[in-house]
């Protein structure tokens, strides 16, 4: 690949402007009013005088959020080099990317991007025919005119003659699920609304299961929800008289709730949590009418799911008795715990377990790098499977037919390809290899483990050019998560390239609270163990300070949801550690979090300001939102959301904000990007992914003190 040298992609970045001396006095915010709302917490009255700005649907905070665009993109707009960067950051991501095709019924389907769509179309082909006679079956671009509908989900039946695909309108949650006879392309049934946090779930031809919750009272995109329901809709009559098989009554409340059909079309699997961690199981022989549910699972203690079944004979993935998770089988006649037998063992690294062509695939994180076993259906270990580098790899999955499956493969310098896997022998070839305008042969990845304030160990990897003097002058971006069990393992960034091309650092940091080391990992991040994951994340910041990839005046700190929390409580707790802090989509209003959509689902990770005295008192301890503290100097700020984000409510960010710029007082700006049609990230069209990052990434450096790249 050609060496990339442009103006934007010089090998050092020049400085033309002190540090510290950005034009805060220059910017005049919008007025936010203050009320006088008070709520009292355990005898402990807290003022919260920017309640107004939840009202989403108010004309007020309309008014309030095109105000507060109008500074910042004004202030953006000053930017010299920020048209370089959305300039810079078109080119490197108009390249063709392949989806990984799937048979169902007599087509193969994959997904594909010319480059700068602003969403995937899918294609078809017959099963005897090759990809060269693709055709267009479904093109998400022409849902909406701007690319802001796209396509949340897709399932066919088992014959593929019908599909039903869900879209989400504006990035919101909110379903609607469309049923196509894929022959025709003609509507096969009235469109169904109201879905949420749902997929689709066939019953042979009959029809499928789906799940949602009533629709709340107030504004959709802020009101709480918490009764998940699981529904039956039978082909040819309206949604209306859809069955509720789960979830109605009191006895039945659960904030999620899902059901899945096994492959053979034999069991119903109903899976019912009060919140993102433990869940109860049940299942119910479909082959059998008269048939009611069995009970695998009757408490919370512990996840569990059935990945496949053999006849009657299930297999299940949970951490009951194995932190790391392991597969057991049991009987359907008697699934609970007591029959079970293990049949992949939990090792010392997490499971993340799929199915295809008649194998086991179990991927196991090692320090956050991907290592992947093959199993038969008897328990016996084929092979270790030799990836094509240090990474992460996705798939290893399909139906159980299927000759060939395929499997995907990243990190942080490779860009991510797919291969085709020969299940019997273990052999693959590259089936797609992205063509992109980066050298990343240029630079390198390197894990490092550094000491948190408690001692504990704790893994990052750090990316950046070759060769380069570690002299602490670097621009650096450290990204952190820390919670609900998720893992950051490497992956590719289109993005992040033109963060590189810049002479950058991106440092990603894997903190308690997420699942890199399984159960006891993400639940020392969690309630009363929180400050864990901030301690986490500052003692990162601090490493890469002490070890000269950069200094504060060059640090940039990102995340995005829980991530956000996460940078909103290390920017006030540490304000002089960083220069630029990008906190997106985040949990920001701790003590009242549980009250918007689903936030009540969070409280496993975060406990609840009602839960007791002690749990209040700790929350408010670190909750951004409450932690803003007058006179002080903040790091140069630039606060994201979207104003359709029905899961972290954009009221969080705008609160946060409001309080940022009433008690900022240092020189360094405040701002909030709200954008328009948006929601949590899902979904968002390409076009306006690209204008983000340029906007990010010009007022980091600018923040920096660069005047030009």
Request: with cysteine; charged share 25%.
């Amino acid at each position: 690949m050609k060496q990339i040298v442009l103006p934007l992609a010089a090998l050092c970045l020049l400085a033309s402007c002190n540090e510290g001396e950005k034009n805060q006095a220059n910017l005049t915010y919008p007025e936010t009013k203050q009320v006088d709302t008070v709520d009292a917490y355990f005898d402990t009255e807290v003022k919260d005088p920017y309640r107004w700005l939840e009202d989403d649907r108010s004309a007020e905070t309309e008014d309030w959020v095109k105000a507060q665009n109008d500074v910042t993109f004004d202030y953006l707009d000053s930017i010299p080099f920020r048209n370089k960067l959305k300039e810079r950051l078109s080119k490197v991501w108009n390249y063709e990317k392949i989806g990984a095709p799937f048979e169902r019924g007599k087509y193969t389907y994959f997904s594909k991007n010319d480059g700068l769509q602003n969403q995937y179309v899918f294609y078809r082909y017959k099963n005897e025919d090759s990809i060269v006679n693709a055709e267009v079956f479904l093109d998400p671009n022409t849902f909406s005119d701007d690319g802001t509908t796209s396509l949340a989900g897709m399932s066919f039946t088992e014959d593929g003659e019908t599909l039903a695909y869900s879209i989400s309108e504006g990035g919101s949650d909110w379903r609607k699920i469309i049923v196509l006879d894929t022959e025709t392309m003609d509507r096969k049934e009235d469109t169904l609304v109201d879905v949420k946090f749902s997929g689709v779930s066939w019953k042979g031809n009959e029809g499928f299961y789906y799940s949602s919750y009533d629709k709340p009272e107030g504004s959709e995109l802020s009101a709480k929800t918490d009764q998940h329901k699981l529904y039956f809709h039978t082909m040819g009559t309206p949604q209306s008289g859809d069955e509720v098989i789960f979830g109605a009554t009191e006895a039945e409340k659960h904030r999620y709730v899902s059901g899945n059909v096994t492959e053979d079309d034999r069991y119903l699997v109903i899976s019912a949590s009060k919140s993102t961690s433990g869940n109860k199981l049940m299942i119910k022989d479909l082959t059998n009418p008269d048939s009611g549910f069995i009970e695998v699972v009757d408490n919370y203690d512990n996840d569990v799911y059935v990945i496949e079944n053999e006849d009657s004979k299930l297999f299940m993935v949970t951490d009951k008795d194995a932190p790391n998770k392991k597969i057991v089988t049991v009987e359907a006649s008697a699934p609970q715990p007591e029959n079970w037998e293990d049949f992949i063992p939990e090792t010392e690294h997490v499971l993340s377990p799929s199915t295809g062509a008649g194998y086991f695939f179990a991927e196991y994180m090692v320090d956050a790098v991907s290592q992947v076993k093959q199993y038969n259906y008897e328990g016996e270990l084929l092979r270790d499977i030799e990836l094509p580098g240090v990474g992460s790899v996705g798939g290893f999955g399909g139906k159980k037919e299927a000759k060939d499956i395929y499997f995907s493969f990243t990190n942080y310098t490779t860009p991510g390809t797919i291969y085709k896997f020969a299940p019997e022998n273990g052999t693959y070839v590259v089936y797609q290899k992205p063509d992109i305008d980066f050298d990343t042969e240029a630079y390198e990845s390197k894990q490092v483990f550094y000491t948190s304030k408690d001692g504990t160990k704790i893994p990052m990897i750090i990316t950046h050019k070759k060769g380069i003097e570690l002299d602490g002058t670097h621009p650096t971006m450290l990204y952190g998560y820390g919670g609900f069990n998720i893992s950051l393992t490497p992956s590719f960034s289109t993005a992040n390239t033109v963060w590189l091309e810049n002479g950058g650092i991106y440092a990603v940091a894997n903190l308690r609270g997420g699942g890199e080391y399984g159960k006891e990992w993400h639940n020392a991040g969690i309630k009363m163990k929180k400050q864990n994951v901030f301690d986490d994340f500052i003692a990162a910041a601090e490493y890469l300070i002490a070890e000269n990839y950069t200094s504060s005046n060059k640090l940039a700190i990102r995340g995005g949801s829980n991530g956000g929390l996460l940078v909103g409580a290390t920017m006030t707790q540490r304000p002089d550690l960083m220069r630029v802090a990008l906190p997106a989509v985040g949990v920001l209003d701790m003590l009242r979090y549980h009250t918007f959509t689903s936030g009540a689902g969070w409280a496993y990770d975060y406990g609840t300001s009602q839960d007791s005295s002690e749990m209040f008192e700790y929350l408010k301890g670190y909750s951004p939102l409450h932690s803003v503290k007058d006179g002080t100097e903040y790091p140069a700020t630039l606060v994201t959301t979207g104003d359709h984000d029905d899961r972290v409510v954009p009221a969080h960010s705008f609160k946060f904000a409001a309080e940022l710029q009433s008690k900022q007082a240092g020189d360094a700006p405040t701002l909030i990007r709200i954008e328009t049609d948006a929601g949590h990230g899902a979904g968002k069209p390409t076009s306006k992914i690209i204008q983000e990052y340029a906007d990010i990434f010009a007022f980091t450096f600018y923040n920096m003190g660069y005047t030009e790249l």
